[in-house]
């Protein structure tokens, strides 16, 4: 092999490509039927992570809000108080698990949830958290440091997004409290611009925290879309790979209509001897769904595919609910820029 050849061979198995991991944040001000405009607003390079704060949500609402192509990943609702409450949506394409840190939070205090996945080469935690204006500061502050402390390791990426009711545009003695606490883990507040801007008040009190030495090539963008009176913050953060950028791994059943009949035919064939031999209801339904399931599995196997990152794509996101979203957020920034009655009511 000469040394052109070697050279080009090398540069094919050792050059890197770039990878995105965006994540997305809002104190959406009430979930309710805006998990659509949300999509709408980020259509078509939807984030890997979508954090909400102020879900103003129950348990049993946040189980059935359902955002397309995404899973709910965790979540905190309150129980005794209105209003509040955090979640974190993660794409379908991607598997994570849930923190269990639901003891360290307290209605007002600190409302905090924590999912982990592995993205790729890169172990990450997303935390997302909400303390309201009244909450206590000090008990946030407390619990807030045991999360941490409960979820730090040295091969981990921690990414924290939420709204904590601290305004970094003006210092102030629970701002130096609260960085004192994140810098001890190379934690820090990249967000520069306002996030919150009502009448003469021009706030950021939403915050994403990332180590920026562990991720050094991202940016962070506002994004106004009017859905709530605080502006939502979407983190790009960039970084080299051996593997293919444009696709992802994703494990589907094979369904086609030449075993459908094997399907019916091993059912007609199973004795079910098993299922009506047995007295007790539940065991005859257990037994029965054993025996399905094992029959199922067999004729429609898994296997592994790989799909380009923006090939799903929303059937009922057209080209008339874009203009809409578009000119909804046009009236929003000018009322924003001129809060008048009339402007007001143009709005809504």
Request: hydrophobic share 30%.
């Given at each position: 092999?000469?040394?052109?050849?070697?050279?080009?061979?090398?540069?094919?198995?050792?050059?890197?490509?770039?990878?995105?991991?965006?994540?997305?944040?809002?104190?959406i001000?009430?979930?309710?039927?805006k998990s659509?405009?949300?999509?709408?607003?980020?259509?078509?390079?939807?984030?890997?992570?979508?954090?909400?704060?102020?879900?103003?949500?129950?348990?049993?609402?946040?189980?059935?809000?359902?955002?397309?192509?995404y899973?709910?990943?965790?979540y905190?609702?309150?129980?005794?108080?209105?209003?509040?409450?955090?979640?974190?949506?993660?794409?379908?394409?991607?598997?994570?698990?849930?923190?269990?840190?639901?003891?360290?939070?307290?209605?007002?205090d600190?409302?905090?949830?924590?999912?982990?996945?592995?993205?790729?080469?890169?172990?990450?935690?997303?935390?997302?958290?909400?303390?309201?204006?009244?909450?206590?500061?000090d008990?946030?502050?407390?619990?807030?440091?045991?999360?941490?402390?409960?979820?730090?390791?040295?091969?981990?990426?921690?990414?924290?997004?939420?709204?904590?009711?601290?305004?970094?545009?003006?210092e102030?003695?629970?701002?130096?409290?609260l960085?004192?606490?994140?810098?001890?883990?190379?934690?820090?507040?990249?967000?520069?611009?306002?996030?919150?801007?009502?009448?003469n008040?021009?706030?950021?009190?939403?915050?994403?925290?990332?180590?920026?030495?562990?991720?050094?090539?991202?940016?962070?963008?506002?994004?106004?879309n009017?859905?709530?009176?605080?502006?939502a913050?979407?983190?790009?953060?960039?970084?080299?790979?051996?593997h293919?950028?444009?696709?992802?791994?994703?494990?589907?059943?094979?369904?086609?209509?030449?075993?459908?009949?094997?399907?019916?035919?091993?059912?007609n064939?199973?004795?079910?001897?098993?299922?009506?031999?047995?007295e007790?209801?539940?065991?005859?339904?257990?037994?029965?769904?054993?025996?399905?399931?094992?029959?199922?599995?067999s004729?429609?196997?898994?296997?592994?595919?790989?799909?380009?990152?923006?090939?799903?794509?929303s059937?009922?996101?057209?080209?008339?609910?874009?203009?809409?979203?578009?000119?909804?957020?046009?009236?929003?920034?000018?009322?924003?820029?001129?809060?008048?009655?009339?402007?007001?009511?143009?709005?809504?």
């Amino acid at each position: 092999m000469d040394l052109d050849n070697k050279q080009r061979y090398k540069e094919r198995y050792t050059s890197k490509s770039t990878r995105y991991i965006k994540v997305y944040n809002q104190n959406i001000r009430g979930l309710g039927m805006k998990s659509g405009e949300i999509l709408g607003h980020l259509y078509p390079d939807y984030p890997q992570v979508l954090c909400l704060t102020e879900l103003h949500l129950r348990k049993p609402q946040i189980k059935h809000k359902t955002i397309e192509n995404y899973s709910l990943g965790t979540y905190y609702c309150r129980e005794n108080y209105e209003k509040g409450g955090v979640a974190i949506y993660i794409h379908q394409s991607i598997q994570s698990s849930k923190v269990s840190i639901d003891k360290y939070c307290k209605e007002k205090d600190i409302e905090i949830c924590a999912i982990k996945f592995t993205y790729h080469e890169l172990k990450i935690s997303i935390i997302t958290l909400y303390r309201s204006p009244t909450g206590n500061f000090d008990f946030f502050l407390c619990n807030l440091e045991i999360v941490l402390q409960k979820l730090y390791n040295s091969t981990l990426h921690i990414i924290i997004c939420g709204d904590i009711n601290v305004c970094y545009r003006v210092e102030s003695e629970r701002k130096k409290q609260l960085d004192n606490l994140l810098h001890s883990l190379n934690l820090t507040s990249i967000i520069t611009f306002p996030t919150r801007v009502q009448n003469n008040s021009v706030t950021t009190i939403d915050n994403i925290y990332i180590d920026p030495s562990k991720f050094e090539d991202y940016s962070v963008i506002p994004i106004l879309n009017g859905l709530s009176d605080h502006d939502a913050q979407l983190l790009t953060i960039r970084y080299k790979t051996f593997h293919d950028p444009g696709r992802n791994l994703l494990t589907i059943r094979k369904f086609d209509t030449y075993l459908i009949p094997e399907l019916i035919n091993k059912l007609n064939n199973e004795s079910w001897d098993n299922v009506f031999n047995k007295e007790d209801i539940n065991e005859m339904f257990n037994s029965f769904l054993n025996d399905y399931l094992r029959i199922f599995n067999s004729c429609f196997l898994l296997q592994t595919v790989t799909v380009k990152n923006n090939s799903i794509k929303s059937k009922w996101f057209t080209k008339g609910i874009k203009i809409s979203c578009d000119n909804k957020r046009k009236l929003h920034l000018s009322y924003r820029q001129n809060p008048n009655e009339e402007a007001n009511r143009h709005y809504w």
